[in-house]
């Protein structure tokens, strides 16, 4: 079988991330959290102190990055050459950069380089412009979207485990203006594919979302699966 790809869009909140690692271990693919690379991005402008108006400096930065990912998809490491990069790319900080510099066209490009590169082996890959730009080509194509206020609610218990003190509404707010960023902005705007599988999640759990994608998939790649303990397994290697 030739190497999978499987392509996911979404708005912040959409669940996106937590399905992607979950279909990445079941399919046992690689996986690229495109997330986390402009997050990459966006720590080294924070720690080089490039004013977040100097697109061209931020540019000429993301083209020169060498940023990679690895390990198990529940436990994924980024890393910024050697430097293992995942915790810091977590802070609040980041996140408000990340939103910025994603924006950029010229970063996008350099991303969208990377990430092609990364997932010639076969992987499964989320984000915004992942359907539309990164692979149009893609074996599957999902567009995971809910209800702003419960993606809010899910983004909000998620910050509470890292001890923000954000609010409930600070990160609806919050969210209304990334979704906004994202679908207006000029360069790989967040829309749907036009052969994209649309799955909203209002009132799913997350392994009801997570069995009717990989549904859609087993459907077309029977042979390579078994069902073993109520558990999806494949005999790719």
């Known amino acids: 079988m030739p190497p999978l790809i499987i392509a996911i ?17 079941a399919l046992n693919l690689l996986y690229i959290d495109t997330g986390s690379m402009y997050r ?17 400096a931020i540019v000429k930065l993301a083209e020169e990055l060498d940023i990679n990912l690895e390990g198990d998809p529940d436990s994924l490491k980024t890393l910024i050459g050697a430097r293992d990069v995942s915790e810091l790319i977590r802070t609040e900080s980041v996140t408000t950069m990340s939103s910025i510099v994603s924006a950029i066209p010229g970063v996008r490009r350099a991303m969208v380089a990377r990430q092609r590169e990364l997932g010639k082996r076969g992987a499964v890959l989320n984000g915004r412009d992942i359907t539309t730009v990164v692979f149009p080509d893609a074996d599957y194509k999902f567009f995971l979207t809910a209800d702003p206020a419960k993606r809010a609610e899910r983004r909000y218990h998620e910050e509470q485990l890292k001890h923000s003190r954000t609010t409930l509404d600070e990160t609806l707010t919050d969210m209304m203006e990334r979704d906004r960023r994202d679908t207006t902005r000029a360069d790989s705007p967040l829309k749907i594919a036009e052969d994209a599988i649309v799955i909203d999640s209002t009132g799913k759990s997350i392994e009801q979302t997570f069995e009717e994608m990989l549904s859609v998939i087993k459907d077309n790649i029977q042979p390579a699966f078994e069902r073993c303990d109520g558990k999806s397994v494949t005999d790719r290697t």
Do not use: H, Y
């Not at 869009?9 to 271990?25: A, E, F, H, I, N």
């Not at 990459?40 to 061209?56: H, T």
């Open 9 to 25: 869009d979404g708005p912040s909140g959409s669940g996106k991330s937590t399905l992607g690692r979950m279909l990445s271990r």
């Open 40 to 56: 990459a991005v966006a720590l080294s402008v924070i720690e080089n102190q490039i004013d977040a108006n100097d697109r061209e």
